[in-house]
């Protein structure tokens, strides 16, 4: 027996929209990449259906350790606790509201209780330079696209994509982090520009009735300064 190293990703076009899953499932000889689309989902449905999947192919091989790359917290909280308690709750959330992609869920977490070997799961965060993951990122992209993904089947010896380095770009991550932080911070105000001509919303809602279906740009300012800063850059 040896170890699995497993990459998995979705992808959906409008969430909902047309959506499509990607993973890569590689032993110590072998490599297989697994893929596929929907014409109609959400990207969470596209995770699970890429983690499930991935973990299918897995239970056919012998190994005695499996890691799991991923990018979405959603699933990893999901498998690794969420999971037993939405059993225990006839499938009721916290908040009292039937669990989301029930549907998907249920099979995947029977599926992990019939796999003997232990289950490492890895949040590596999307786009920081770690390979496998960026491949994954283009195989589940590319299936929702309608895109035709040529599928790797082969010896791992000959797989072009480095799944061995996990290590990431400091860089990327930083920005990503820095990304979601301020996606968090409170509007000051939104900045639009259509045709030239720049504007300042209090809501997003004002924001984005003005910029829908148009070429234009807009950005969310946290405070007057940058407010100014993005008005002078837009003019």
Known sequence: MSDVIIFTDGASKGNPGKGG?????????????LGGSEANTTNNRMELQAVYEALAYTATLSTDHIDIYLDSSY????ARSWGSGWRRNGWITSTKQPVLNRDLWEPMLDLIDTIEAPIKWINVGGHVGIAGNERVDVIASDSALGKAVELYDGPRAAYTVDISNVTFDEKKQ???????????????????????????????????ARVRGKKARFKKAVSAEEEKGIVRDFS
Request: aromatic letters at 8%.
């Open 21 to 33: 899953w990607g993973a890569i499932v590689a032993d110590r000889e072998k490599v297989r990449e």
């Open 75 to 78: 699933v990893m909280n999901g």
């Open 174 to 208: 930083k920005e990503k982090s820095d990304s979601r932080a301020r996606a968090k911070l409170k509007a000051y105000s939104y900045v639009s520009e259509v045709d030239g001509k720049v504007e300042v919303h209090k809501t997003w809602g004002e924001c984005e």
